[in-house]
C-alpha cells in the first residue's frame, strides 16, 4: 500500500504526495506529470516509474489505463558515454553505455 511519503520516482525523488498534488492540478498523462515534478528524467528515463504514475492518475482520475498514453521518449534510450556522441562511428558495438562500466559485487554497485 502507498502512502502519502512514498518514492514513486526513485531517480528524482518523487512521492506520492508530489504527483498527487499535480493531478489535483491537472494533470492527466505522465507527460504532464514529468513537466511539473521532474518525475521520468532521471537516470533510468522513467524505466521505472512510467507505470506507478500511470496507475496514480488512473486511481485520482478514474480514467482507464489504456487512455492513459506512454511517455514520450527521447534518444538515446539507454545512457551512453558523451565519447560516444563525438565519434564518427555509426556502428552499433561502438555504442559505450554508462553501464558497461558498472561493476558489481554480490549483486550490488561497488
Ligand atoms: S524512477 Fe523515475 S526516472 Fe527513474
Redesign the pocket.
Known amino acids: 500500500m502507498l502512502d502519502k511519503t512514498t518514492i ?5 525523488e ?1 512521492s506520492y504526495e508530489e504527483i498527487e498534488e499535480v493531478i489535483d492540478q491537472g494533470a492527466r498523462t505522465f507527460d504532464d506529470v514529468k513537466r511539473l515534478t521532474r ?12 507505470n ?2 500511470a496507475n496514480i492518475i488512473h486511481e485520482q482520475t478514474g480514467r482507464p489505463l489504456h487512455k492513459i498514453p506512454l511517455p514520450r521518449m527521447r534518444m538515446p534510450l539507454s545512457p551512453i558515454k558523451l565519447e560516444t556522441l563525438t565519434t564518427d562511428s555509426t556502428s552499433f558495438s561502438a555504442v559505450k553505455s554508462v553501464l558497461d562500466e558498472v561493476e558489481l559485487e554480490d549483486g550490488k554497485v561497488r
Open positions: 514513486i520516482c526513485r531517480c528524482e518523487i518525475c521520468g528524467m532521471g537516470p533510468c528515463q522513467a524505466k521505472i516509474c512510467t506507478l504514475v
